[in-house]
């Protein structure tokens, strides 16, 4: 089963952009829709963005359609969330996930996907 690592969150000013990145060291992705969700303290984890195992599909939350942009790169096997125009609310620990599905990917809920993350803490403050 795919281990995934988390990587590129930090620390950033309102306005300003950060890219995350998902591999998953030692094993092939190719086969597997990759999801992003985020929980900020106090609330439910909620998906952020999808991309199908090809990368033809991709879905994203309303509350970060037109800032966040997701990709893949199969060859080695590590997809991307490049985050800009962040804004405070975006402050949230990071997490992806990925389930085994061909053609399309859904952005929650969190049950539909069997292979974790440990996270990465995004923070967006003045």
């Known amino acids: 089963q795919p281990l995934l690592v988390e990587s590129g969150g930090g620390l950033v000013q309102p306005g300003g952009s950060l890219r995350l990145s998902c591999a998953a060291p030692?094993?092939?992705?190719?086969?597997?829709?990759i999801g992003w969700f985020r929980q900020a303290p106090g609330k439910e984890r909620e998906g952020v963005s999808c991309?199908?195992?090809?990368?033809?599909?991709?879905n994203y939350a309303d509350s970060v359609k037109g800032r966040f942009v997701i990709s893949r790169d199969n060859a080695n096997d590590t997809v991307y969330l490049q985050m800009n125009s962040l804004k405070p609310e975006d402050t949230a620990i990071y997490y992806c996930?990925?389930?085994?599905?061909?053609?399309?990917?859904?952005?929650?809920?969190?049950?539909?996907?069997?292979?974790w993350g440990q996270g990465t803490v995004v923070t967006v403050s003045s």
């Open positions: 996930a990925a389930v085994a599905v061909l053609g399309k990917c859904v952005i929650g809920p969190a049950d539909e996907y069997d292979y």
């Open positions: 991309i199908s195992d090809s990368g033809r599909s991709t």
């Open positions: 030692g094993f092939i992705l190719d086969y597997y829709a």
